[in-house]
């Protein structure tokens, strides 16, 4: 084999490699990949983002870390989180810069493939965490990041799962009403400034903000924007849209209330004319629909909840309007009645691409705790939540169209103990809450696999009281990306001859 050749296959090498990094996301389903030709191989590296936790000098939040045993990922490798430099909450400057301290030391170490790994901090000082993994740490990695705060505003739980840098970003359900503290945390993982767009629309369309020229986030950097010094508006309901002009950042929005308490908005699904929100809790005492449309023409979807029982129709709520351009809000109130539910959003006839994301409240008066729903995507071929207990957690599965069947996998805990697995079967147009299993000791991570079947959904919704108040949060799996499809190519020697 001469030197050209050799050239050639070293190349088709390095293209599947480049591949294998940059497109993330499996099949929607298992089997597409190789009828098209195609092989799926573990990606090689993964990054992700989390934001700084709270302003609350009394939270305590804890970090898991988790990458699930992925066959052919090899040996070697690391998986690291280092302390972003953090800008102010005004966005005037840094809090603190390098030289040590708190906001230099690793909360966590992460641990091979398969265990969990833990850490903590407290107060309002703790960083945003920019994470690196590689080789088998890196397919499917996933971090969880959760919050208690005892008092004031926020108070209760909230969660968030990291997620990877981006350039384009909605958020459904923010505010900027009375009483609402809502900030969209950037953070930008590379070595060259960032430069963002932050838009708002409201009721009546686009909401003018006083940053017309965009917001630069300095490179290793988080930077927190108070939507409220954006505009001079009150809007009990917007759509933020994020887009980066120049680099990638991650972005999330943490919503918090005086009363209601409060938790992260993860950005939703991109827009699309169907929509599935999972895992809306059986005991919610109110829920609202937030939507918004990007695009030149209204939408006008069907609003169905799929149950334990099938799908119903909401009484009252059976179509939703959405004026191109303007948030449209809908509340549905105490739409679960006692069951566990999700929310499907199908068009009524020409579909139109719409976002979407659902505001869920528990308890009543000061009790109230508030957590966020927005539209995902399915599970694909495997989703994994971290940060799990043996009675805090309930996963939500939901199979829009058709039967599925899925796999779920407790890992072992961070106190010991072994995986357990068990196969459920979804009917088409139900949503159940499962009990998961369990065979580790102590915080444990669920991995959800598409075995066979129609496309799943799926939610977990964590749980605990703090001084007598009810908290929860709750984060949707999409896919991991823990898998990524590469083309087979085979030599051909005519190129030599041209």
């Known amino acids: 084999m001469n030197r050209t050749t050799l050239s050639l296959i070293a190349c088709t090498v390095a293209l599947a490699a480049v591949t294998g990094f940059a497109a993330f996301d499996p099949p929607a389903a298992p089997g597409p990949a190789a009828a098209a030709g195609a092989t799926e191989r573990p990606v090689e590296r993964t990054g992700l983002?989390?934001?700084?936790?709270?302003?609350?000098?009394?939270?305590?939040?804890?970090?898991?870390?988790?990458?699930?045993?992925?066959?052919g990922a090899g040996s070697g490798g690391k998986a690291t989180l280092e302390a972003a430099a953090e800008q102010s909450a005004d966005g005037k400057g840094a809090k603190s810069g390098k030289g040590g301290g708190k906001k230099d030391q690793a909360v966590l170490t992460p641990k091979p493939p398969g265990t969990p790994a833990l850490g903590d901090t407290s107060g309002s000082d703790a960083p945003a965490l920019i994470g690196t993994a590689d080789g088998p740490y890196a397919p499917g990695w996933t971090v969880q990041e959760t919050t208690r705060i005892a008092a004031g505003t926020g108070r209760g739980l909230q969660g968030v799962t990291c997620t990877p840098a981006d350039t384009d970003f909605w958020f459904p359900g923010?505010?900027?009403?009375?009483?609402?503290?809502?900030?969209?945390?950037?953070?930008?993982?590379?070595?060259?400034?960032?430069?963002?767009?932050?838009?708002?629309?409201?009721?009546?369309?686009?909401?003018?903000t006083t940053?017309?020229?965009?917001?630069?986030?300095?490179?290793?950097?988080?930077?927190?924007?108070?939507?409220?010094?954006?505009?001079?508006?009150?809007?009990?309901?917007?759509?933020?849209?994020?887009?980066?002009?120049?680099?990638?950042?991650?972005?999330?929005?943490?919503?918090?209330?005086?009363?209601?308490?409060?938790?992260?908005?993860?950005?939703?699904?991109?827009?699309?004319?169907?929509?599935?929100?999972?895992?809306?809790?059986?005991?919610?005492?109110?829920?609202?629909?937030v939507a918004f449309t990007p695009g030149d023409d209204d939408a006008d979807l069907k609003v169905r909840l799929a149950s334990p029982d099938g799908s119903i129709t909401p009484a009252g709520n059976e179509t939703v309007h959405v004026k191109a351009g303007m948030t449209s809000a809908v509340d549905l109130g105490p739409v679960t009645r006692g069951e566990p539910g999700s929310l499907i959003l199908t068009p009524t006839d020409k579909a139109a691409p719409v976002v979407a994301a659902l505001r869920v409240v528990r308890g009543k008066g000061s009790a109230r705790e508030t957590a966020y729903i927005p539209a995902t995507a399915p599970v694909g071929r495997r989703a994994t939540a971290a940060d799990n207990s043996a009675k805090g957690t309930t996963l939500s599965?939901?199979?829009?169209?058709?039967?599925?069947?899925?796999?779920?996998?407790?890992?072992?805990?961070?106190?010991?103990?072994?995986?357990?697995?068990?196969?459920?079967?979804?009917?088409?147009?139900?949503?159940?809450?499962?009990?998961?299993?369990?065979?580790?000791?102590?915080?444990?991570?669920?991995?959800v696999e598409t075995v066979s079947g129609g496309p799943v959904y799926a939610a977990r919704t964590l749980t605990g009281s703090s001084d007598g108040v009810p908290g929860f949060t709750i984060q949707t799996l999409p896919s991991d990306r823990g898998l990524v499809a590469v083309p087979r190519a085979e030599q051909d020697l005519s190129v030599l001859q041209q």
Request: proline fraction near 8%; glycine fraction near 12%.
């Open 397 to 447: 599965l939901t199979a829009p169209t058709a039967d599925a069947t899925v796999k779920v996998t407790a890992s072992a805990g961070g106190d010991g103990g072994s995986p357990a697995t068990k196969t459920y079967t979804v009917k088409s147009g139900t949503s159940q809450d499962i009990a998961a299993p369990t065979g580790g000791k102590g915080t444990y991570a669920l991995t």
């Open 174 to 208: 923010a505010s900027t009403a009375k009483g609402r503290t809502d900030y969209v945390h950037l953070t930008n993982p590379d070595d060259e400034a960032a430069v963002v767009d932050i838009k708002l629309y409201g009721r009546s369309g686009a909401v003018k």
């Open 211 to 289: 940053v017309p020229d965009g917001i630069t986030v300095p490179p290793h950097s988080s930077e927190p924007v108070l939507l409220s010094t954006l505009t001079g508006e009150a809007q009990t309901d917007l759509t933020v849209h994020v887009g980066v002009r120049s680099g990638r950042v991650g972005a999330t929005v943490q919503a918090q209330d005086d009363a209601g308490g409060g938790d992260w908005l993860p950005a939703a699904a991109d827009p699309a004319g169907s929509l599935v929100l999972p895992g809306i809790p059986k005991d919610a005492t109110d829920v609202r629909l």
């Open 49 to 71: 983002l989390c934001p700084a936790p709270s302003f609350s000098d009394i939270a305590d939040t804890a970090y898991t870390s988790f990458t699930p045993v992925t066959q």
